[in-house]
């Protein structure tokens, strides 16, 4: 790895996106950092038009940002709101990638997905995967958004020298995850569903598919601490995965939040629903060897979700 170790104290962080999954992880993260965190809510800043984004990144100079703002969603929003998938995606990356490089940002954190990489990469998924085959495409206009984010990154850094970097998330869970059933995340949709069955005392909990696709779920409070790992010491032009590197089925996702809720009917599949990619977990091999690996356990990760879900039922995202 380049030489380049970078102590956020004193430092001012503009954390984009705060109010999502990633963002709330981090203002959770960051204070331990002895950094000033400088967010902006939608109303004040929307980040798919330019000029406002680059005043306001002129108004405040961050020293660093971290890009964890992106329209987002589960499989069914992926594959029928394409445009804006795409559209906001690519409007929010370029307008803070391009006004950070104009502001003199000292390090830009741009975070990206593992949806990234081919239907068919070898799993686990290898860094170098990347564009070497033809996407998943329930959700191939979030990926190529994605994708030009990682090459804006090297690009700038090739060009003018920027040290902006890329991290690839696998599937994440956790507090202020967006709990809706049909737009959600299959993680958050599951936690929502289960809690919902169980108060309803249903007779069976319905789940989407056949079961048997294949997932990685990362707390989303080891990725803010992988984020704060990388940017304190990742300074490459090549993206980078974060991830746990073990992945579990649809079906025993299901299994492990029916127990942990204590829910007692069946689980049926509506096949009617998409699989999507039949399999999806990241090799992470080259940030284990940088020294940061994941450190909560699914049970351990999902108990905690679950509760929070229960704590927050009255004002989770949904
Ligand atoms: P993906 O990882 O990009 O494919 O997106 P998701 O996080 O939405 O995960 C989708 C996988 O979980 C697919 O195999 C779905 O069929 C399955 N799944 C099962 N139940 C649900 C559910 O209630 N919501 C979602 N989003 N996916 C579900």
Redesign the pocket.
Do not use: F, Q, S
């Given at each position: 790895m380049a030489a380049s170790e970078l102590s956020l104290e004193g430092l001012k962080v503009w954390v984009a996106g705060h109010r999502g999954t990633v963002g709330s992880a981090l203002l959770r993260r960051l204070p331990r950092e002895g950094c000033t965190i400088l967010t902006a809510t939608r109303a004040e800043l929307d980040l798919r038009r330019q000029e406002p984004v680059e005043r306001w990144l002129d108004a405040h100079r961050p020293d660093v940002v971290i890009l964890a703002a992106a329209t987002v969603?589960?499989?069914?929003a992926?594959s029928t709101r394409p445009a804006e998938f795409i559209a906001d995606n690519l409007g929010i990356q370029q307008n803070i990638i391009h006004g950070a490089y104009q502001a003199g940002v000292r390090k830009l954190l741009f975070l990206g997905s593992s949806?990234i990489y081919p239907r068919e990469a070898p799993q686990p998924m290898a860094e170098d995967s990347l564009l070497t085959g033809p996407l998943?495409p329930?959700?191939e206009w979030y990926a190529i958004a994605k994708i030009a984010g990682i090459k804006m990154c090297q690009a700038y850094r090739r060009q003018y020298g920027c040290d902006f970097i890329a991290a690839m998330p696998t599937?994440l869970y956790g507090p202020d995850d967006n709990f809706d059933?049909i737009q959600?995340?299959?993680?958050a949709?599951?936690i929502a569903?289960v809690h919902r069955a169980k108060q309803e005392n249903a007779p069976e909990l319905v789940?989407?598919?056949?079961?048997t696709?294949r997932?990685e779920f990362l707390f989303a409070d080891d990725l803010a601490d992988g984020l704060v790992f990388l940017l304190k010491h990742y300074s490459e032009d090549g993206h980078i995965n974060v991830g746990t590197g073990i992945d579990i089925s649809?079906r025993e996702l299901?299994d492990l939040v029916v127990r942990i809720a204590g829910y007692e009917g069946r689980v049926v599949h509506d096949l009617s629903?998409?699989?999507?990619?039949p399999r999806?977990v990241m090799k992470v091999e080259r940030i284990n060897a940088l020294g940061w690996r994941a450190p909560t356990d699914l049970e351990t990760g999902f108990r905690r979700a679950y509760a929070w879900y229960c704590d927050n039922i009255e004002t989770v995202r949904r």
């Open positions: 969603g589960g499989i069914h992926n949806c998943e329930t959700n599937n059933l959600g995340h299959v993680a949709a599951m569903k789940i989407w598919g056949t079961g696709p997932r649809i299901a629903k998409p699989d999507g990619m999806k």
